[in-house]
């Protein structure tokens, strides 16, 4: 069997150099929830439904206390630079950054806190590539969120940014409840995902 070339089977021929921002931005037909990484176009798989059920859990605890100068979004492309545009589970952002209904992205400097639930096949972007890159482009919390044995609630491992050094910090991990004063005061019942 003869392999067709890209242009003939459908698939596009990604440029020379990777793809950039806005070619994610204003690419017609990517699937839902593309991410742009280091130039090339990353595909989310089909998720399990611990992965909804854990966004809908942090998103409702996170927005029941936040504060007027900050918003909650859920998987909303963040623009890091021209080569980067991956698109958090869950995003703390500056209340200004919010423009309008018509918005497709956040930029890097008005996240304030990024929240990955880990699935199977973002495990390695997840814990490695996005921890880098959001260090690096100043965001200064950060979440982990993976399915814990033997209950399988969420375990949420909070990390901060250093300022001696750019890179996150473990601030502990947390089963059954989270409970933070950073960025703001938060306290989610981890257990309640047994409702959803």
Do not use: C
């Amino acid at each position: 069997m003869t392999a067709q070339p890209a242009e003939q089977s459908g698939w596009r021929m990604p440029p020379m150099d990777g793809y950039t921002v806005d070619d994610l931005l204003t690419l017609p037909d990517l699937p839902p929830h593309t991410e742009l990484i280091d130039g090339s176009l990353v595909l989310v798989s089909p998720q399990r439904y611990f992965h909804f059920a854990a966004i809908d859990l942090l998103v409702a605890g996170l927005r029941g206390t936040v504060p007027p100068d900050l918003k909650v979004a859920r998987e909303m492309t963040v623009v890091l630079d021209r080569r980067n545009g991956p698109e958090p589970d869950i995003s703390v952002i500056r209340a200004a950054a919010k423009k309008g209904p018509r918005q497709t992205y956040f930029e890097g400097k008005d996240v304030v806190l990024a929240v990955e639930v880990i699935s199977p096949e973002s495990e390695a972007r997840d814990r490695l590539t996005k921890t880098h890159k959001y260090a690096a482009a100043g965001i200064r919390y950060y979440w982990l969120v993976e399915m814990a044995e033997p209950d399988e609630y969420p375990a949420v491992e909070v990390f901060e940014l250093s300022e001696e050094t750019g890179m996150y910090q473990s601030a502990g991990i947390h089963r059954d409840r989270i409970k933070v004063d950073r960025p703001y005061p938060i306290d989610i019942d981890l257990t309640a995902i047994d409702n959803l």
